[in-house]
T-cell receptor, first 113, second 111 residues
C-alpha cells in the first residue's frame, strides 16, 4: 500500500460523541498535516507535525486534538463537536516542511448531527 | 484574510485547446507556489510547482508561469484532454508551517 491513507472515509456523529480520524503515510515523509475543507471555502491548515512534534496549531478549537505517535501515523481526536465542524478533513504529508509538495489522502467526510 | 484567490470558479474549454487557470496572491513573502488537481471523492493531487526565483516551469502538457510584480500565477494545459476535467487549486507558501490555498477552479474539457 502506498501514498496517504485516511480512515474512515465517512463519519456521522452526534455532538456528544468522541471519535478519531486516522491517517497513515507510506512515503517516508517527515512532516504531516491536518486540513479542514468546508463547503465553498479553501482548504484551511489546522495542524502541522514535524518528526512527531507539533509545530503549528492554527487557532483550532480544543475540541480537536491531534496526536502523532510516529512519523507514519497521525490522528485527529474529536469530542463535543458542533454542527459547523461538518466538513471534509484531509491529511497530508511531505518530505520536509519547506518548499516541498504535500501529498494528500482522500479525506474523511464528517457530518455532525 | 484570503491571501490566495482564484477568481474564476469554473472554466470550460474544448478538447485539444489550451486551458489557462489563473491565481492571484497578496502576500509578497510567498516564495513557493503549487498547483493541485482534485477529482470528486479523492484528495488533491500535486501537479507542478515553481519557486519564486523562476518565472516558468514546464512538465509535459503543464506549464506554470509566475509574475511576481503582478503577484499572479497561471497554469497552462495544452493540449487539454477530457481527463483533465477536475477542480484545480493553486497554493502558496511563505516557508515552513504555511500553505495557503485558493478556493479552486472547476475545469471542464469538452470532447
Amino acid at each position: 500500500e502506498t501514498g496517504v491513507t485516511q480512515t474512515p472515509r465517512h463519519l456521522v456523529m452526534g455532538m456528544t460523541n468522541k471519535k478519531s480520524l486516522k491517517c497513515e503515510q507510506h512515503l517516508g515523509h517527515n512532516a504531516m498535516y491536518w486540513y479542514k475543507q468546508s463547503a465553498k471555502k479553501p482548504l484551511e491548515l489546522m495542524f502541522v507535525y514535524s518528526l512527531e512534534e507539533r509545530v503549528e496549531n492554527n487557532s483550532v478549537p480544543s475540541r480537536f486534538s491531534p496526536e502523532c505517535p510516529n512519523s507514519s501515523h497521525l490522528f485527529l481526536h474529536l469530542h463535543t463537536l458542533q454542527p459547523e465542524d461538518s466538513a471534509l478533513y484531509l491529511c497530508a504529508s511531505s518530505q520536509s516542511r519547506v518548499n516541498q509538495p504535500q501529498h494528500f489522502g482522500d479525506g474523511t467526510r464528517l457530518s455532525i448531527l | 484574510d484570503q491571501q490566495v484567490k482564484q477568481n474564476s470558479p469554473s472554466l470550460s474549454v474544448q478538447e485539444g485547446r489550451i486551458s489557462i487557470l489563473n491565481c492571484d496572491y497578496t502576500n509578497s513573502m510567498f516564495d513557493y507556489f503549487l498547483w493541485y488537481k482534485k477529482y470528486p471523492a479523492e484528495g488533491p493531487t500535486f501537479l507542478i510547482s515553481i519557486s519564486s526565483i523562476k518565472d516558468k516551469n514546464e512538465d509535459g502538457r503543464f506549464t506554470v508561469f509566475l509574475n511576481k510584480s503582478a503577484k499572479h500565477l497561471s497554469l497552462h494545459i495544452v493540449p487539454s484532454q477530457p481527463g483533465d476535467s477536475a477542480v484545480y487549486f493553486c497554493a502558496a507558501s511563505a516557508g515552513a508551517n504555511d500553505m495557503r490555498f485558493g478556493a479552486g477552479t472547476r475545469l471542464t474539457v469538452k470532447p
